[in-house]
């Protein structure tokens, strides 16, 4: 299983605010940054959350990241059909000397 | 813009080797560490390995310690991920990827590797 934990699922309705998290440990999330990447099908990832809360240019401010202690959240507000998509938290682990990620979190707009 | 594209990927047998590439452009390819990700069937991401900017820093993931070898060439713009006695297990999509605070910002479109008798 994957070193960081997200929920497998996650859903709302057109319009709603959905929050999905990632809870990792001092090793990981305690003492480095946290990036949330969005897959959407048949593609590769896109950054949407860098350095816990920042989001790169043209990233909608519907997206907002977040982090406390060792765990970390991503937060979409007004959803939308087209944000049917994969989501992976990211970060750096210091006892493993890499990158660890969440096991991705499939959000579905009903 | 920033690129990345991926290739050399394809059917390999397993216990063969196999080397992949990243062609970079759209920015100053020497100045950013670079890593690799992939990504099984139906699976999640998985972090490969990481090269630092010069070279002189690389870590790999335990599953492919050993087996997997990161390079660069900064001359020529590209990253080289060399694949040895390869298993079923690394069937995957594999993405290169821009170093940035530690983790990665762009990625490529990836390039398929299946090994398989």
């Known amino acids: 299983q994957s070193v960081l934990t997200q929920p497998p699922s996650a859903s709302g309705t057109p319009g709603q605010r959905v929050t999905i998290s990632c809870s990792g440990s001092s090793s990981n999330i305690g003492s480095n940054i946290v990036n949330w990447f969005q897959q959407l099908p048949g593609t590769a990832p896109k950054l949407l959350i860098y350095?816990?809360?920042l989001r790169p240019s043209g990233v909608p401010d519907r997206f907002s990241g977040s982090k406390s202690g060792t765990s970390g959240s991503l937060a979409i507000s007004g959803l939308q059909s087209d944000d049917e998509a994969e989501y992976y938290c990211?970060?750096?682990?210091?006892?493993?000397?890499?990158?660890?990620f969440g096991g991705g979190t499939k959000l579905t707009v009903l | 813009q920033v690129q990345l594209v991926e290739s050399g990927g394809g059917v390999v047998q397993p216990g063969r080797s196999l080397r992949l590439s990243c062609a970079a452009s759209?920015?100053?390819?020497?100045?950013?560490?670079m890593h690799w990700v992939r990504q099984a069937p139906g699976k999640g991401l998985e972090w490969v390995a990481v090269i630092w900017n010069d070279g002189s820093n690389k870590n790999y993931a335990d599953s492919v310690k050993g087996r997997f070898s990161i390079s660069r060439d900064n001359s020529k713009n590209t990253l080289y991920l060399q694949m040895s006695s390869l298993r079923a297990e690394d069937t995957a999509v594999y993405y290169c990827?821009?170093?940035?605070?530690?983790?990665?910002?762009?990625w490529g479109l990836g390039t398929q590797v299946t090994v398989s008798s």
């Open positions: 990827a821009r170093r940035y605070q530690l983790l990665m910002d762009y």
């Open positions: 990211a970060t750096w682990d210091d006892s493993l000397n890499g990158v660890v």
């Open positions: 759209g920015f100053s390819f020497r100045n950013y560490g």
């Open positions: 350095s816990n809360n």
